[in-house]
Structure formats: C-alpha cells, structure tokens
C-alpha cells in the first residue's frame, strides 16, 4: 500500500453536529457559549443603521410612493434571510454571534427565519419583554428564539 494518501481524518465527537463550515458544534445542551444582551443589542443597532441607510435611499429614489412599504419588505427580506439562511445579519457579523437551530447547530432556514422576524415583532408588543425574556431564560432565549427552536451564540 502507497503512502501517496493521507489518512482519513478522525470521527467527530460523539454527540456533535457539523455546522456550515465544516467544523463541528457543541452537542444539544451543551452549548454554553450563548451570546449576551449586550452582543444581541449592538447587533440590532448594527442592523438598524444598516436598514435606515438603504431605507433613506429607497424613499428618494422612490420619492415617497410606496417607499414605507419597500423599506418594510427590504427589511423583512434581510432579517428572513440573513438569520435564517445565513444564521447571521450584518449586525451579527459585527458582533460575532450567529443563529442556530437548537437541535443541529445549523442555520434555522429562511421559512423559519421569516416566522423568526414575526417573533420579533410579537417580543417588543409587551414593553420589549419578549426581548428581555432573555435576561432570565437558562438557554438565553427570547420569545422569537423560542418559537423557532433558535438559539444566538458566540462564533
């Protein structure tokens, strides 16, 4: 037998799941590096700037027609998207956090993203608590994380 080819690389740990680039994530319930109030908010903010800037040039080039209703499906569109598809918005980039499905570590994907994005909606209606559901759920959760199985977590 030749040596020309390199053996086989180990199996993934027991438990574990593969991620979108190939490495492996933390077994279910054991993931213990979520992402914190802080990183989630200054994503947000990330994301807000990013969306009023494309909103602001929206509404010129549109001169006002419709130009609320494009900005809302642009925003919904990137949210949708981005965390569903991608498992992380510009805002998230920035930060170093990405969403994740509870059970595979995997981007929770753009149908899920989209019902995500509607859960946010539903998380501020009383006073942001579904936001602040966070603060005190033991996996980090808020309400828009709970109704998809999501959770947000470092990279």
Not at 33 to 49: E, I, K, P, T
Not at 50 to 67: E, S, T
């Amino acid at each position: 037998m030749s040596d020309a080819f390199p053996p086989p690389p180990p199996p993934p740990p027991s438990g574990s799941n593969p991620s979108p680039s190939g490495a492996w994530a933390q077994p279910v319930g054991q993931v213990a590096n979520y992402a914190s109030f802080g990183q989630r908010l200054g994503a947000v903010l990330v994301d807000w700037v990013a969306l009023f800037i494309v909103g602001q040039v929206i509404a010129a080039a549109a001169g006002g027609l419709g130009a609320g209703l494009v900005q809302l499906l642009v925003g919904v569109a990137y949210i949708s998207y981005l965390d569903g598809v991608r498992g992380q918005t510009l805002g998230k980039m920035a930060v170093g956090i990405k969403v994740v499905d509870q059970e595979t570590g995997q981007p929770v994907g753009l149908g899920r993203g989209f019902v995500r994005y509607i859960g946010k909606i539903i998380s501020a209606l009383i006073v942001f608590v579904g936001y602040f559901w966070m603060l005190w759920d033991s996996d980090k959760q808020t309400w828009h994380d709970k109704m998809v199985r999501s959770l947000v977590v470092r990279n």
